[in-house]
């Protein structure tokens, strides 16, 4: 089992539609959980962070954690092509036995949303 | 407010030759990071940093070399590239463990 899995894309939605991400994680210590946007040719850019259970809501994005069932998933509302991009789900993840984590993030490999017009 | 900035944005080399990838970031921000990215393909975590004089590696870190000596900068040394060292490298800081990471624009090696 990969530590960060995100559901295969690619991810067409229409313009205006809801587009959703989903995300699974292998660590039931984990504490922070992150959604980054990145376009083709460009960095990654933090879009969202959730710490506690429950929804987190930031303009047409809200993001959903539950820590008991060990997925995080981000919603986008009201679906724009400017959305169109791969999206990037992060997590800290324990270390394995003997290492140290130091407040690194494993990325999953992303998702690749399409909103066509 | 620069944020993180690499230099350079574009790079290409000959196998065996060696080169530096510049990293700065503006934020005071203690833990830094080095990650490559292969097409379609997550970010990998090369080596990283949690203050001036202290790194250690991630996920991949053979063929590569870090150094801390401010907080403000964490250079990635290449020694005898390979064609498999192609790739788009990020720099990344965050202010505390396990927090946001920001991200600076990368460099695109090809190393042929």
């Known amino acids: 089992q990969k530590e960060v899995e995100q559901n295969s894309g690619p991810l067409s939605v229409p313009e205006g539609a809801i587009a959703s991400l989903n995300c699974t994680y292998s660590?039931?210590?984990?504490?922070?959980f992150f959604w980054y946007r990145q376009y083709s040719g460009k960095s990654p850019e933090l879009i969202m962070s959730?710490?506690?259970?429950g929804d987190k809501e930031d303009g047409r994005f809200t993001a959903q954690l539950n820590k008991a069932s060990q997925y995080v998933s981000l919603l986008i509302r009201d679906s724009q092509p400017s959305d169109s991009a791969t999206y990037l789900c992060a997590v800290n993840i324990a270390p394995r036995a003997g290492g140290t984590s130091y407040g690194k993030l494993t990325f999953g490999q992303g998702t690749i949303l399409t909103v066509h017009p | 407010n620069a944020g993180v900035t690499q230099t350079p944005k574009f790079r290409i080399l000959k196998i065996g030759q060696s080169m530096t990838l510049q990293c700065t970031q503006d934020m005071n921000h203690n833990y830094m990071y080095w990650y490559r990215q292969d097409p379609g393909m997550g970010l990998k975590l090369i080596y990283y940093?949690?203050?001036?004089?202290?790194?250690d590696k991630g996920e991949v870190p053979n063929g590569y070399n870090v150094s801390r000596s401010t907080t403000e900068d964490f250079p990635l040394r290449l020694e005898l590239a390979a064609p498999s060292q192609t790739s788009v490298y990020f720099c990344?800081?965050?202010?505390?463990?396990?927090?946001?990471?920001?991200f600076g624009p990368g460099t695109r090696l090809t190393v042929t």
């Open positions: 660590d039931r210590g984990s504490q922070s």
């Open positions: 990344a800081s965050s202010s505390v463990r396990f927090g946001e990471q920001y």
């Open positions: 959730i710490y506690s259970n």
């Open positions: 940093s949690v203050g001036a004089g202290i790194t």
